[in-house]
Each structure stands twice: as C-alpha cells, then as structure tokens.
C-alpha cells in the first residue's frame, strides 16, 4: 500500500485564467482541511465530497489569506489514482500556484514525480500499463485522429485485445499442463493438430495487430514528409500552401532556401512532419551547400518523399540525379506549375519512375493539392479501414512485444510439427502469454515502470 501523499502542480506555468494544485494519498483530505477556510461554514469535510466550495487558502502559522479559491476533494477508491484526492484551483500565474504548493509541501505532503499520479492509478488497478500509456498520447495528439485513437487505449481498446489473444494461450496452457501433468488419467488428450491450429489462429491475431503498427507509429510520431527537387520548382510554394501560411521564403531566384524548414501540418486527421529542403545541386556556396547536405539527411530518415519537377522546363541532370534517389523509396512525384506551356512529358516520367504515383498541380492556382492530400492519406492507411475500426498499435514497446510473441509461438508451431514433446511446446506458450502480458504491465519489472512513467509530464 502507498502511504505518502503526494502533490503537484496540474497546469502550465504562466499566466492563465485558473491554476491547479492537486494531491492524492492518505493525507490529501486532512491537509486541504487544515489550509483551507470555506465562506460558510468551519471545514471541508461538512460539504462533502464531489463539489465545489469556495473559500480562501490561510497559511495556518500566520493567518494570511493566500488566495481565494475553489476546492473539491474525492474519496478513494472512485478517483484518478484510486486514493483520495484533492484539487486546489487558485487565479492563474506563477505566483499563486507556487505559494499554494510550498504551503502543502510544508504541512505533509511531498512533490510528486513526474507521471507519478497515473503510476498511482496504475499500481492501484484503475488502469493498466498500455492504458497508462495511453494518457500521454492523449497529451501529445497533434491530430484528431491521434486523440482519437489514444482515448480508444485509454478506454481499453488495445488491452481488450491483448487480454483476449492472452485468454486463449492461457486455455491453451491447461491443456497442455493437465495433459503433461496426468498422463495416464481419463482426460481429454490434446492432439497436435488441435495444438497447431491454435497456435496457427493466435499468431493470426498478433500479426493483425502488428499489422498496424506502421500507421500507428505516423498517427502517435507523425509522417517524416520530406519535399525534394532541385532549386525553384515551387517546394516551398508547395509547403506555404500545404500549411495554408507563408512560412517558406518564396522568389524565382533559384538556392532561396539553403536551410531546412520543418513545420507540422493536418492532412485528414494525419500528421504530416512536412520537411522543405534546400534544392539537390552542384553548388559552391558554402552555406547553400550545407543546406544541401542537410536535405539528404533529412531524405535518408524520410518516410515519405513528395518529389517536385517543373512542368515549364525539359528534364535536367538535376532532376535525373534526384529520381535516382527516389527510386527506390516512397514517393509522390508532382508536376508543378502546369499553368505555364508544358516542356515536360508525364509519359517520359512514368516511364523513368515506373509505379509512383504522378500528380500534375499548379500551387500557384491551387489545382491538384486536394488529390496530393488524398494520396497522402491512400499511402498511410494502405487501403486498411481507418482507425474507428481498428485497435492500433501505436507504441513501439508494443510493437516490440508483440513481435516477440510472434516469434515464440512461430518457434511452438516448430516443435509441434517436429512433435517435440508436449514440455517444449509449453515453454514457448507461456513465453507468448508472459511477453503480450508486457504490453498491460502484468509482467513487467519495477525498473520498466518507472522508466516508462519518468517521460511523463509533472502533474499527471
């Protein structure tokens, strides 16, 4: 049992309209009661939980009010953590949430660590450790589809699919142990086939999983977008216009950008990490030459390449050294400024990037930004049906669990066939069973947790 309380600050700092001091353990109550001086009344405890009272926070020591304020306090077990808590919000601003916490701190409480009141929640059995997670991908969610999908784990989405996947290796498991266990008594004989046609359908459930962690990962991370071409195609027009803002240097002078610009930007519910570089050439100016560097850093840890040419110009060994690159790799190629007479041929294109994906657009007149957008979002879920149906793995220490699973009960379906004694086989069952357990905490080690909880943010 947890027998300390511990108290944070649960807002920003700076100014605001409200500030939040919050505390959860045994002591939260009585410390708020001996603070806190209602407007009617002698105590917190007379109006009960669960509601609002307003009055003034007194230093007890020296009788000064500190400020006016609201005040609610909640009773263990139906809480956040699970343990009592108690909320304090003063006026917005450093000061105030600053002298309210130090006169906490002084009368019995201790400041929590960061993420300590979901590790609470958590170590109480309110939430599990993928739904822990999960609080923090709510926080970060750059996207509606991100917050979305991150309150689906908070609300069990991905736990109900582990627990479930975990329930049939454990039906699995009593088979064998009852079988290797009492040989000789009159029980139902596990047959091998049976084994491997149930280990054959929970590989068939991680794999489903597994198969979303691609687009898990682009909708928690983001997609690493990278905008290549040689100098004065448009790249940066095509950013400004993607970002619906001028954030991108634009001229006809080729080499404008000889740094990279990074900025986040929605496409559908998808957040695009939208990179614009400096334009690929020979080059001996120094300072566009490390731009140029730059932007094959950026290129090489891309996930998606959107490759710029200018329709109003003949292919140039600029451009032909660029489609190398791009060959091989995720690519969207654009024809841009389709408004001005053509001197490019999308055939000759098509025929230089077989498979890629080809959109003429003018930036300038805003045609085809609306079909890049679509392809963009076409790419990411693969034709998959979107999120609300699915139970994405967006964590790579899921993804990494999960793919360990696999493993184990592809190495059980090994045995069975080689008909390795039935003690083999439960091995790797109980390995699969103990790793999925990972991804809702049921077996994992206190230093995993605390390294898990020390990313989150303080007050949460």
Request: overall charge negative; charged content about 30%; aromatic content about 4%.
């Amino acid at each position: 049992m947890i027998d300390d309380t511990i108290a944070a600050i649960g807002t920003a700092p700076g100014e605001a309209g409200i500030g939040i001091v919050r505390m959860s353990g045994p002591d939260a109550v009585s410390i708020l009661d001996k603070l806190f001086v209602p407007t009617r009344g002698n105590s917190i405890l007379e109006y009960g939980g669960r509601r609002l009272t307003h009055g003034h926070i007194v230093d007890p020591d020296t009788k000064n009010r500190v400020d006016e304020v609201l005040v609610t306090y909640m009773k263990a077990p139906y809480t956040y953590t699970a343990e009592d808590v108690t909320e304090i919000d003063c006026h917005g601003g450093i000061v105030p949430v600053r002298k309210i916490l130090e006169l906490v701190l002084r009368h019995g409480a201790r400041i929590a660590e960061p993420g300590e009141f979901t590790k609470r929640a958590f170590l109480n059995g309110r939430i599990d450790l993928a739904q822990a997670e999960a609080v923090m991908d709510l926080i970060r969610a750059k996207t509606d589809v991100g917050f979305d999908v991150a309150l689906g784990q908070l609300e069990g989405s991905l736990s109900k699919e582990v627990k479930r996947i975990r329930d049939k290796l454990l039906e699995m498991l009593a088979h064998i142990t009852v079988n290797i266990d009492f040989p000789d008594e009159d029980i139902e004989e596990i047959t091998y086939r049976t084994l491997k046609e149930q280990a054959e359908e929970i590989i068939g459930d991680i794999e489903g999983l597994l198969k979303t962690a691609h687009t898990g990962k682009i909708i928690r991370e983001g997609l690493s977008t990278v905008i290549i071409g040689k100098p004065n195609v448009g790249k940066s027009s095509l950013m400004n216009a993607l970002l619906r803002e001028s954030r991108a240097i634009v001229t006809d002078i080729p080499g404008t950008t000889r740094d990279v610009i990074e900025e986040y930007v929605n496409i559908q519910g998808i957040p695009l990490r939208i990179i614009d570089t400096a334009g690929i050439r020979e080059t001996e100016d120094f300072i566009e030459k490390i731009g140029v560097e730059r932007s094959k850093e950026f290129f090489n840890r891309a996930d998606l390449i959107i490759f710029v040419l200018n329709a109003a110009e003949p292919l140039s060994s600029e451009d032909e050294q660029i489609m190398k690159l791009v060959e091989h790799r995720d690519a969207i190629v654009l024809i841009n400024k389709i408004d001005l007479p053509a001197k490019l041929e999308e055939s000759k294109i098509q025929e230089l990037l077989p498979g890629k994906r080809i959109i003429p657009i003018s930036v300038l007149e805003g045609k085809g930004l609306q079909e890049l957008e679509e392809a963009i979002v076409k790419m990411v879920y693969g034709g998959e049906v979107k999120h609300q149906d699915h139970s994405f793995v967006t964590n790579a220490r899921h993804k990494n669990a999960l793919e360990r699973s696999k493993k184990s009960m592809e190495d059980a379906v090994g045995a069975i066939g080689q008909g390795m004694p039935l003690d083999f086989i439960e091995v790797d069952v109980k390995n699969t069973w103990e790793y999925l357990g990972e991804i809702t905490g049921d077996t994992v080690g206190e230093d995993l947790i605390d390294k898990i909880f020390a990313n989150f943010c303080l007050g949460k």
